[in-house]
């Protein structure tokens, strides 16, 4: 049974750093894609960044595009965010997800596309 486990959130200075990961498991193919989700209090959830496992192909949202780093160390089936420069305005819960079902190669920011998801995990920017 597919399984994803997070870590890595919690509370940073604005300006900071942060690397969550993401370790799943349970796939038999090599062919699906991890994303990386968050939700704000109030709002709607919005993609941040994924990358297909079998060709790491990424993709980023354009708010974290030169401040977010998306990975993977297929060895271990993990996936990490590294998250530099943080904002106050990135503070939400975030969430692992993946999509099991890509083609071509590539993947997508929206979150009803993903089967699985992770627990959640809070990410706090404040001074």
């Known amino acids: 049974q597919v399984q994803l486990v997070e870590s890595g959130g919690g509370l940073v200075q604005p300006g900071g750093s942060l690397r969550l990961s993401c370790a799943a498991s349970?796939?038999?193919?090599?062919?699906?894609?991890i994303g990386w989700f968050r939700q704000a209090p109030g709002k709607e959830r919005e993609g941040v960044s994924c990358?297909?496992?079998?060709?790491?192909?990424?993709d980023y949202a354009d708010s974290v595009k030169g401040r977010f780093t998306i990975s993977r160390d297929n060895a271990k089936n993990t996936m990490f965010l590294q998250m530099n420069s943080l904002k106050p305005e990135d503070t939400a819960v975030y969430y692992c997800?993946?999509?099991?079902?890509?083609?071509?190669?590539?993947?997508?920011?929206?979150?009803?596309?993903?089967?699985?998801w992770g627990q959640g995990t809070q990410v706090t920017v404040s001074s």
């Open positions: 997800a993946a999509d099991k079902f890509i083609a071509f190669g590539v993947c997508r920011l929206w979150p009803n596309e993903y089967d699985y």
């Open positions: 349970g796939f038999t193919s090599p062919y699906y894609a």
């Open positions: 990358i297909t496992i079998n060709n790491g192909r990424t």
